[in-house]
């Protein structure tokens, strides 16, 4: 490569991909809440503030708190772009379903597929509501018919 005075060598600077879910991370909101499809329509998907796990790096079924248009909401990460356990689906986006104060998802459905292992976390951290959700059955007025 010529070093003149004038002409500099050209440097690429090149550094390493973060496969990981951290501060700052941009997700896509993957359920049919109203403030989720506002910010994913008006391109301003929700970002990480917090990860509530021991490391700060977020895992599948990790509980979050996200910056979702001017408010702080909960989700649960239920896809990633990282490197998964076996038998644990990878995905194109980073997926998150928001929840409520109580810890029951702000809406009724889940758009994308969600992996076994995360249904029986869910089913043991979350209320009956998060469990048919995650189970696909709880379409309120469907659900409804079923039970009678």
Request: hydrophobic share 35%.
């Amino acid at each position: 490569m010529y070093k003149g005075k004038d002409n500099k060598a050209r440097n690429i600077h090149v550094t390493t991909t973060y496969n990981e879910i951290q501060k700052m991370t941009k997700l896509r909101v993957v359920d049919n809440s109203e403030i989720g499809k506002r910010a994913m329509v008006e391109g301003k998907p929700p970002k990480v503030i917090h990860v509530y796990n021991k490391t700060g790096i977020g895992k599948i079924g990790d509980t979050v708190l996200v910056a979702i248009k001017g408010e702080k909401k909960k989700g649960v990460l239920v896809g990633l772009k990282q490197n998964q356990k076996t038998k644990v689906p990878k995905f194109d986006s980073n997926n998150v379903v928001l929840l409520d104060e109580a810890g029951t998802p702000l809406g009724t459905r889940i758009h994308v597929p969600i992996p076994t292992i995360l249904r029986t976390l869910l089913k043991e951290k979350t209320h009956t509501k998060a469990s048919q959700l995650v189970s696909g059955k709880l379409d309120c007025d469907w659900y409804a018919h079923l039970q009678n």
